[in-house]
């Protein structure tokens, strides 16, 4: 789960606490990317399926630029009072102001339904709250919309996580790495939990 924002990121280490998996995602969400690469430069933009056929084929320092293509591709909703409701959704967010932020992005979904970075970006603001029911649920609308946001398929894999389902959080990260191979977060997750599910299966 990221967008444009606060320059700032955490990892996951193992055994981490939930607070700590909170302040993750926190950062991710106001991760930004500046360094493109020469093969993102070769992708048109506004071409989803070029540029994620190349993300899968690139090397890590190619899918810096690829990865920052893709999410200002989904920041693009195609209304300017819907990308004027998520700037200010995204300026509460950074601000810490979730009650501003839960109700710039609720109206967001409301008056743009099929815009999938909407839902994507509420999830945050509600994992952030610990409402992680109502978070999976906007990740899951986002996912129907965008099925390639790994983001959102990587906080999807996190709340599995923090409620002790780590089978589903494997399999959320593995489909994230799917799309993304080079994403440094989802790559610590999965092997932070791969030996523990293959080994409980044993």
């Known amino acids: 789960?990221?967008?444009?924002?606060r320059n700032a990121t955490l990892r996951i280490v193992m055994g981490i606490a939930i607070d700590?998996?909170?302040r993750?995602?926190?950062?991710?969400f106001v991760t930004v990317m500046f360094?493109?690469?020469?093969?993102?430069q070769q992708a048109d933009?506004?071409?989803?399926?070029a540029?994620?056929?190349?993300l899968a084929q690139s090397t890590p320092e190619q899918a810096i630029g690829i990865d920052r293509q893709l999410k200002a591709l989904w920041s693009q909703s195609g209304s300017a009072s819907a990308d004027l409701l998520l700037e200010r959704g995204r300026e509460a967010l950074d601000d810490g102001d979730t009650v501003a932020a839960i109700e710039h992005l609720t109206a967001l979904t409301d008056h743009a339904p099929g815009f999938a970075e909407g839902w994507h970006l509420r999830a945050s603001v509600f994992f952030g709250m610990d409402r992680f029911g109502m978070a999976a649920a906007d990740l899951e609308h986002a996912l129907t919309?965008?099925?390639y946001n790994y983001e959102a398929i990587f906080g999807l894999g996190l709340i599995f996580e923090i409620v002790e389902q780590p089978d589903k959080a494997?399999?959320?990260y593995q489909r994230a790495l799917a799309i993304h191979p080079h994403h440094e977060e989802v790559t610590n997750a999965v092997n932070r939990l791969k030996p523990q599910v293959e080994g409980s299966a044993l």
């Open 170 to 172: 494997l399999k959320a």
């Open 1 to 5: 789960m990221d967008f444009p924002g």
């Open 20 to 22: 700590n998996l909170k």
């Open 51 to 54: 540029l994620l056929k190349q």
């Open 24 to 28: 993750t995602v926190a950062a991710l």
């Open 35 to 40: 360094s493109t690469g020469p093969l993102a």
């Open 145 to 147: 919309l965008n099925p």
């Open 45 to 49: 933009s506004r071409d989803e399926a």
